[in-house]
Structures are given as structure tokens and as C-alpha cells.
């Protein structure tokens, strides 16, 4: 009995001795006593070609959805749009027919690094996929009253806590979330959320209201992975020139 007591006394003495380090996580580099988000980021997921769940398919691979509940709340109308942009995906998707601004939420979830760049006073954000660049306005003013719609809206970031907030505004009403065409309106109004969980990973969520196309808000998450190779760095990926050289092959005069 005292040698079973010793036993248990030793074994829970171990596993308090060891679960302290298990539940600590290493300490978060910080920029002006926010955790330090800059470095070179991508996506492991699929969310680019379907942000719900997706079979696989002749150049689509099959995929977990990153919608919370897995439902876009599509007013009726919407829903038939969806559908005929899913038909005409081939050639109506905004980034591969044209090689438009994939918008956001879409830039962070293309299969292509981004780069973030912070300071103790700003933050903007790179990427690779057409040298999109978009700084993030950490100063406390308020969205332009009379602005012009663009492809990736006007971000206005705050930190709340360790978690820095974005609320992005005026978009045009041009890109999809994903190829399956998934739309919006020009009344899109994002509010997306970066939260370190660790040195190498963040936590990304996307809040979606659109009046105009859904019912009600809904929400987007996944994981962020750092890019850690010694040489990362984002590259050239020129879109519009590798578009252009395609259709001058496809043209009927080039021999």
C-alpha cells in the first residue's frame, strides 16, 4: 500500500512538474509592445478555389470549408448569381481571366505568399500575387465620408489587446471570394482579425456583412503560417504579362 502511494505521490508529482511547460508557449517577439506580426505568410488550404467544403476536381483539389457552419447566408436572388458565376468560372473569375486585385478577404488566401510589415505606428501589407500593396491607417481617423470604391477597400486598423483589428470598407463590387464565385456588392464591409498563437502562426478570421447580397453576417478562419526559409522573400509573379503572352500564342495571326 505505502509502495502504490509512493508511486502515485511520484507520478503526480511528475505530471505537475511537466504540465507547466507544456502549456507554455515561447514568448512573442514584440513592436512597440504589440506581438510582431512582420514576416513573410501563406495559407495551407484550399479556400482559394472554394471557401466551403469541395470535392476535388480536374485542376481543384479537394478541400475543408473555412466558413464558420459552412453556409454563406445568400439572399434568394444571390443565390442564382452564385450559381451562374460557378457556371461561367472559367472565364468570369476576376483573377484568372483578367488578372484583376483578388480583394479581401481573397489576397489572404491565395496560393501565394504576403508580407507583413510593422512598425510601433504602421502596419501595410504585401503581396505577392500582382505587387498588391496595402497599408493599414493605425491612426484613429475615420473611413473618407465620400471615398472611391476599389479592388482591396480602405483599411483602418486599431489593436485590441494582442489581436490587431482591421475594418476594411469601399470596395468595389468587381471581386469574388473564391473561383467557385462567390460575390459581394460594393457594400462589402470586412473586419478581419490577426491573433499570434505562436511565433509562426496566426490566427486570421474575417467577420462578412454584406446588406445588399446576405442576410446576416458571417464569418471566415483559418490558420497563418509563417514562411521560415532562410531565403524567404516574396517573388515575381507577373500576372497581367504572363496573361498577355498567353492570348498572343492563342491569337489566329501568331504562327
Known sequence: MNKFRIVFIGLIGFLLWTAPLEAQSPSLKRVGG????????????????DIQDHSGALGTPPGLGVVEGNEIPYQPWAV??????????A????TEHNCFLPGVPRATYMPFPFKITQTP?????SYEFTHTLRPIVMDGSPHPETPEENW??????RWEGDTLVVDVRNF????????????????????ERYTMTDPDHIRYEATIEDPKVFTRPWKISMPLYRVVDKNARLLEYECVFYLQEERYKNAPFHE
Not at 504589440?34 to 478555389?49: E, F, R, S, Y
Not at 472565364?91 to 476576376?94: G, I, L, N, R, S
Not at 482591396?152 to 486598423?157: A, H, K, L, N, T
Open 172 to 191: 468595389n463590387d468587381q471581386t469574388w471570394f473564391d473561383h467557385a464565385g462567390n460575390f459581394h456588392s460594393e457594400k462589402l464591409h470586412v473586419i
Open 34 to 49: 504589440k506581438p510582431d506580426l512582420n514576416g513573410i505568410w501563406q495559407v495551407l488550404n484550399t479556400a482559394a478555389w
Open 80 to 89: 442564382a448569381k452564385k450559381a451562374q458565376n460557378f457556371a461561367n468560372r
Open 121 to 125: 505606428k504602421d502596419v501595410a501589407i
Open 91 to 94: 472565364t468570369a473569375d476576376p
Open 152 to 157: 482591396v477597400g480602405i483599411s483602418r486598423g
